[in-house]
């Protein structure tokens, strides 16, 4: 699987957008981008994922570059509840290794 | 509440014990998983399970030891242990093995003394 970088730690304001960047500059063309989030000493919890195009769901907004080697999360109001580590993991679409990295932490601030 | 539910939640244990972490799930999915996290360490995957037959075992000690009776149901049986052993094992599940989103647990907090 592709690797990713993302920064260690990120402050956001409550009620504002916060945006989560992701490098993978040697994705290959068959890898999809997963974001999990993880609230503290609770399990991953999914958000989204994406091939090609950007996705949003009720969580949030995947924007993919279209050279595909960055993306961003868009948590568009963030609140208290969203401080978690966030992951970003990219793999091909039938393997079922999930490869968790340190991800960012991000914390929500009033 | 994920729709896997893991019991029990905390557990401590002397090194001599032997115990089992247990996962259910009813969300119809045939894949089960173990992940183990470790404190200030990425989540490690332990073993994977596809239509109760294991599909994964990622050189993981013979002192855990898991179970998968029927595709709702996934235990990890614990003898032996060391305290570096102590972490929060996750459990989760997929639709199949090859499907695109897990749904973890909460998780069970050991402490082996």
């Known amino acids: 699987d592709a690797k990713t970088t993302q920064p260690p730690s990120m402050d956001c304001a409550e009620g504002r957008a916060a945006n989560l960047p992701c490098n993978h500059s040697t994705i290959s063309g068959n890898e999809y981008v997963y974001w999990y989030r993880q609230i503290h000493s609770q399990g991953p919890q999914y958000i989204i994922h994406?091939?090609?195009n950007n996705e949003t769901n009720e969580m949030a907004s995947l924007i993919i570059t279209e050279d595909r080697k960055s993306s961003t999360l868009i948590l568009p109001h963030a609140t208290l509840r969203d401080t978690a580590v966030y992951y970003c993991i990219v793999r091909v679409g039938d393997d079922y290794k999930l490869s968790f990295g340190a991800g960012t932490t991000v914390t929500v601030r009033a | 509440e994920t729709g896997v539910t893991q019991t029990p939640r905390h557990l401590v244990m002397g090194m001599t014990n032997k115990k089992s972490l247990k996962c259910e799930q009813h969300?119809?999915?045939?894949?089960m998983y173990w992940y183990k996290q470790s404190a200030k360490k990425p989540l490690e995957l332990m073993f994977v399970y596809s239509l109760e037959e294991r599909v994964e075992n990622n050189s993981v000690p013979s002192r855990f030891s898991p179970e998968c009776p029927n595709s709702s149901h996934l235990f990890l049986h614990l003898h032996t242990l060391q305290p570096e052993d102590s972490a929060l094992y996750l459990c989760?599940?997929?639709?199949?093995?090859?499907?695109?989103?897990?749904?973890f647990g909460a998780g069970s907090r050991l402490t082996v003394l």
């Open positions: 969300l119809g999915h045939n894949a």
């Open positions: 989760a599940s997929s639709l199949n093995s090859g499907a695109n989103v897990l749904t």
């Open positions: 994406g091939l090609k």
